[in-house]
């Protein structure tokens, strides 16, 4: 069995896939996708152009959450992972849309965009739609070592990314919400977290 994942290290879905694979101990090849310059072979396994796709030993399927219930399939016995309960998945919802969708106008202003395009009203919505979920989060991880359950989950995997994209463009820090706090900095400091990650470890 070979994997290959049409990838780009910072959209937050292929970084989810990534957990995914790394917690079930799934090697994957990447192959990283210019999206602003889609070569032909791409677009033939995926015409809609987003990545992640997934190429299965000639087995292509598009899109993230596509990917998550593929991979859910493969050594099923491998991981304690949770692809599966209705609880996860719901943090998944979260993450692509309250946190996900009220936060990456935030990424796309400070990552592709010059200062004095900045619209200053969308960034305050978008700090204050962050501000809100960080405290969202805070209230429901009530120190337990992953969002749902004794073990990781999709939730994690999902949640994960949007939090680090965030950080990394300069969003409030975590030190107001030390239990989620906490959690992002045990998942970033493991051996999975480092594996997936979109950046190298400082
Ligand atoms: N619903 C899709 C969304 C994927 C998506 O939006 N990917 C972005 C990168 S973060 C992309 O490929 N954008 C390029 C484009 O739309 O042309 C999924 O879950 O895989």
Request: aromatic share 10%; with cysteine.
């Amino acid at each position: 069995m070979s994997f290959k994942l049409y990838n780009k290290s910072e959209c937050p879905f292929c970084w989810k896939v990534r957990l995914v694979a790394a917690f079930k101990g799934v090697a994957l090849e990447l192959q990283n996708i210019d999206t602003k310059n889609k070569p032909d072979c791409f677009l033939v396994l995926n015409p809609a152009g987003t990545v992640p796709v997934l190429d299965d030993s000639g087995e292509i399927i598009c899109g993230s959450e596509e990917i998550v219930r593929h991979l859910a399939t493969v050594n099923p016995s491998n991981s304690n992972l949770d692809l599966e309960s209705d609880a996860a998945w719901a943090w998944h919802k979260y993450a692509n849309g309250v946190l996900g969708e009220g936060t990456k106008q935030w990424v796309f202003q400070h990552r592709d965009r010059s200062p004095d395009e900045v619209d200053h009203d969308l960034m305050a919505s978008c700090k204050s739609n962050w501000l809100v979920s960080l405290e969202f989060i805070e209230s429901k991880i009530a120190g337990r070592s992953w969002l749902v359950g004794p073990q990781p989950s999709i939730a994690d995997c999902a949640v994960f990314p949007r939090l680090a994209l965030g950080l990394r463009y300069g969003l409030p820090c975590l030190d107001a919400y030390p239990m989620l706090q906490a959690w992002y900095e045990s998942l970033a400091c493991s051996t999975i977290g480092s594996q997936a990650s979109a950046w190298a470890k400082p």
